[in-house]
Nanobody, 119 residues
Framework: QVHLVESGGGLVQAGGFLRLSCAAS????????MGWYRQVPGKEREMVAV?????SAKYADSVAGRFIISRAQKTVILQMSELKAEDTGVYYC???????????????WGQGTQVTVSS
């Protein structure tokens, strides 16, 4: 099993900066994709940014050019700049993983951290 621990988030004014961090723990497994999703009440959870174990990151159109996702092994960081009120939501860390020697992949989610951008 993979356990994800998130940190960061909070309240910031529009135009400000926040940094989210997520560390994955677990043994005998490989982390494939890691990333961040967000959700607001009444809406489905949406992808914000995802970074694979190798390859290029993907960003939602709404955050491209303002957010940067980076990764070091089992830690993923989301740097959020020029924040807007519409960036407000609960941000969930995500990891796709598999056990060594297995091909089937599983999803893991963090508990979520609130990001509130005041306008």
């Amino acid at each position: 099993q993979v356990h994800l621990v998130e940190s960061g988030g909070g309240l910031v004014q529009a135009g400000g900066f926040l940094r989210l961090s997520c560390a994955a723990s677990g043994s005998g497994l490989s982390i494939e994709d890691m990333g961040w999703y967000r959700q607001v009440p009444g809406k489905e959870r949406e992808m914000v940014a995802v970074i694979p174990s190798s390859g290029s990151a993907k960003y939602a159109d709404s955050v491209a050019g303002r957010f940067i996702i980076s990764r070091a092994q089992k830690t993923v960081i989301l740097q959020m700049s020029e924040l807007k009120a519409e960036d407000t939501g609960v941000y969930y860390c995500y990891a796709e993983w598999r056990n060594y020697g297995r091909t089937n992949r599983r999803d893991a989610w963090g508990q979520g951290t609130q990001v509130t951008v005041s306008s």
